[in-house]
């Protein structure tokens, strides 16, 4: 299979403590996106990566946030200090650089307790 | 601001009805995707929309862009149990990094 993989793919962690997710996109794909999506809204934007660099980042996300590509190919989120509205689904998507078609992974589902 | 917003909000319907759900923005968009996603996993794409006016068809499902660009609807002929899920309408923003501005998402449940 040669789609988007996340992981984990559910994670629950006490307020305040860090998390790390990771994504793999589609290998030929040099665009990768992280979302976020609460329940019963559409995803919203986080941050985006053309290969390895950081282009774009969200007002949404705040400085608890990072986001990294090394090598243009794998993605990681770390949110630290991790509070109870950070809960949510957390997508990664991929895309060529000429196509508007995004492809999802399964997401990281979030609870912060 | 580019908003998308999508109706109806909930549809609840018997299998075998058809049934049409709407995605307006007061912006044009360059093109238009549709993604069906269910509980507890990540949307999937259905069809991209990309010429005003322009109509695709996937088998049961008809899309359409309107010929402004800036609305598109989904039809679903003789729903079944297996249509339910949340479709989501998305657009490209207009920046060079083509991140997607979904919409409010429709929840469908198809009752068999």
């Known amino acids: 299979d040669t789609g988007v993989s996340q992981n984990p793919r559910h994670k629950i962690t006490k307020r305040g403590q860090n998390v790390t997710f990771r994504c793999d996109p589609i290998s030929e794909h040099n665009r990768l996106y992280w979302y976020r999506q609460t329940l019963g809204q559409g995803p919203e934007f986080l941050t985006y990566?053309?290969?390895?660099?950081?282009?774009?980042k969200s007002r949404l996300l705040s400085d608890r946030f990072s986001a990294e590509r090394p090598k243009g190919s794998f993605s990681t989120l770390e949110i630290q200090r991790t509070e109870q509205g950070d809960s949510a689904m957390y997508l990664c998507?991929?895309?060529?650089?000429?196509?508007?078609?995004?492809?999802f992974g399964p997401g990281t589902r979030l609870t912060v307790t | 601001t580019q908003l998308l917003e999508q109706s109806p909000q909930f549809l609840s319907i018997q299998e075998g009805e058809n049934l049409t759900v709407y995605c307006n923005s007061s912006s044009v968009f360059s093109s238009l995707q549709w993604y069906r996603q269910e509980p507890g996993e990540g949307p999937v794409l259905l069809v991209t929309v990309v010429t005003g006016g322009e109509v695709k068809k996937l088998k049961r499902l008809t899309f359409q862009f309107g010929d402004a660009r800036k609305d598109s609807s989904l039809h679903i002929t003789a729903a079944q149990p297996g249509d339910t899920g949340l479709y989501l309408c998305a657009g490209p923003d207009r920046g060079a990094t083509n991140k997607l501005i979904f919409g409010t998402g429709t929840l469908l449940a198809v009752q068999p």
């Open positions: 990566f053309q290969n390895e660099a950081q282009l774009e």
């Open positions: 998507a991929s895309s060529f650089f000429t196509s508007y078609e995004q492809y």
